[in-house]
């Protein structure tokens, strides 16, 4: 029996794809949401000024990344991350450990989800995972969001969502999201979920295969998916969209800038009807150098957000605030800098130094400290030098009024950052980083 000639092969191939498209369409076609629902107010406690750190995580020698937070029902922050030997490999489990504020004390790592483990639940081959977002429900179950890829790199992802009942205790069988029609790739999470005035969540995702663009995936009650939105397109360069949400109506969502025209600065859009339409992204006035940032909006309007606020390089961190709704922005504070070591990296000798005073700061044990810097020297030098690195910032205020911030320290561990808002009112009075 003869084949189907090739040009026909192609078309039934376009008609199944258009097919398959349409059929996503037709999911994807909800009204949307009314509007979306303004977080909790939260009124900060009387409080004298503080400002604490340390480290979330505790494993040496690990490749440690991309940590999220979430605040539980009794006060406490559970935090998620993934580790292993380095970012890709097969060995990488997200991971996650509780910060109990009366103690001061973090708990022990747990391992939430691994390679294997997502295997066995979605049925399908897994090669590695990545970065881990924990969201609340409507009616108040904990969900999981992570990275999963079965071929290729970071371009080849999908979403994999699992769901907790008891804090982040036990989870769910992990389920993998469909979102996109055509083979259900390059969708990736970074930002926080936020929620609907009808109680659907709203899910900030992007995508790297041809092209770099934001979206927001909804999600019905139950977790599935209902629809998505572009909030880019594909040659701005947008990635891990932070949607702020202001009112019902109003948003704004900042974005991690990966494009390749001057000056790099952090991507903005922003919505005044509930999220129907999102203005064309432009560039704020944040510097961006091609990595993640955080904000979260306070009660008063403004936005806090933290980030690397320069052009290039991940050697320093700063917290900074915008009065205005995202048009100018002043540094509050200098989280880490190391920007001093840009033109000399230091050697192993000078960056093991340097490595075990900032572990001393963060709050490491003096026994400890020669343990961080190694576990540091390990990811971050190369026969070249050393560089320092402090990124992918997640910030979230809890119901106590209190800030915390947790982010990547050197490769090598998740450092946990906790301020009052006191504390912030003292560095704005005094006016200057």
Not at 60 to 78: F, M, N, P, V, Y
Not at 219 to 234: E, P, S
Request: aromatic share 8%; hydrophobic share 40%.
């Amino acid at each position: 029996m003869r084949g189907i000639p090739v040009p026909n092969r192609l078309l039934v191939l376009c008609l199944i794809l258009v097919s398959f498209g349409a059929g996503f369409l037709k999911v994807s076609g909800h009204r949307a949401a009314e509007g979306f629902r303004a977080p909790p107010a939260t009124a900060a406690r009387d409080s004298e000024p503080r400002f604490q750190s340390r480290f979330a995580s505790s494993t040496l020698r690990t490749q440690t990344h991309a940590a999220s937070a979430i605040e539980l029902k009794d006060g406490r922050i559970r935090a998620f991350w993934f580790a292993g030997s380095r970012e890709g490999a097969r060995d990488v489990e997200i991971r996650s450990a509780v910060f109990d504020p009366v103690s001061g004390q973090w708990g022990a790592e747990q391992t939430v989800a691994s390679r294997e483990s997502t295997q066995q639940s979605l049925l399908r081959y897994v090669s590695k995972l990545g970065n881990p977002v924990a969201a609340r429900a409507e009616d108040g179950a904990l969900w999981l969001y992570y990275v999963t890829v079965t071929l290729g790199g970071w371009a080849g992802s999908s979403v994999t969502a699992m769901a907790s009942s008891d804090e982040g205790e036990t989870w769910s069988a992990a389920r993998r999201l469909v979102t996109s029609p055509f083979l259900n790739i390059s969708t990736l999470v970074k930002g926080a979920p936020f929620l609907y005035e009808d109680g659907t969540m709203g899910l900030p995702v992007y995508h790297e295969f041809a092209g770099k663009f934001g979206e927001i995936v909804r999600l019905d009650k139950t977790g599935a998916v209902m629809d998505k939105q572009r909030l880019t397109a594909g040659g701005d360069g947008a990635l891990q969209p932070v949607v702020l949400v202001k009112s019902s109506a109003g948003a704004l969502a900042l974005m991690r800038y990966a494009g390749a025209t001057s000056p790099r600065r952090a991507l903005a859009v922003s919505t005044g009807d509930g999220g129907r339409y999102w203005t064309a992204p432009a560039k704020s006035a944040l510097a961006n150098p091609n990595s993640a940032l955080a904000a979260v909006m306070l009660p008063d309007g403004r936005i806090l957000a933290a980030l690397n606020n320069q052009e290039a390089g991940r050697d320093t961190l700063s917290l900074a605030i915008s009065a205005d709704g995202g048009n100018n922005w002043k540094t509050v504070y200098l989280l880490e800098d190391q920007s001093g070591a840009r033109s000399q990296p230091p050697d192993e000798p000078a960056f093991l130094k340097i490595a075990g005073q900032l572990a001393r700061e963060t709050g490491a044990n003096a026994a400890d400290t020669g343990e961080h810097a190694e576990s540091a020297k390990r990811q971050v030098c190369t026969e070249h030098g050393c560089r320092f690195e402090f990124s992918y910032p997640y910030l979230i205020r809890a119901q106590s009024g209190d800030f915390h911030l947790v982010y990547t320290w050197n490769r090598s561990f998740i450092k946990h950052v906790t301020f009052t808002g006191a504390w912030l009112d003292q560095r704005l009075q005094a006016g200057g980083p």
